[in-house]
């Protein structure tokens, strides 16, 4: 069963900068789809950004050019380095492993405020 577990989220300012850690266990990492997604207070989880198992990215119209996914598959871990961070920036952001269209499995959220 793999787990993931989301991290380095927390209160940043207007304008500053994050780096959220996604982890994962179990040895079916490299071969997964995985994306970062996020809820705001009231509003529907939305796909933030994603990249396949050949490195090949994706992102929605408000954080392109601010958010950059990565993954290390030697270290099981992704990451969304997201700058120029905004108020509507703030939200829970989880990650998702998609192995194949019948599995998948969900982090359980780290928080990000942007407020001064």
């Known amino acids: 069963q793999v787990q993931l577990v989301e991290s380095g989220g927390g209160l940043v300012q207007p304008g500053g900068s994050l780096r959220l850690s996604c982890a994962a266990s179990g040895s079916i990492f490299s071969r997964s789809t995985m994306g970062w997604y996020r809820q705001g207070p009231g509003k529907e989880r939305e796909l933030v950004a994603s990249i396949n198992r050949y490195g090949d990215t994706d992102y929605t119209d408000s954080v392109k050019d601010r958010f950059t996914i990565s993954r290390d598959n030697a270290k099981n871990t992704m990451y969304l380095r997201m700058t120029s961070l905004k108020p509507e920036d703030t939200a829970v952001y989880y990650c998702?492993?998609?192995?194949?269209?019948?599995?998948?499995?969900w982090g359980q959220g780290t928080q990000v405020t942007v407020s001064s």
């Open positions: 998702k492993l998609s192995e194949s269209p019948y599995y998948s499995r």
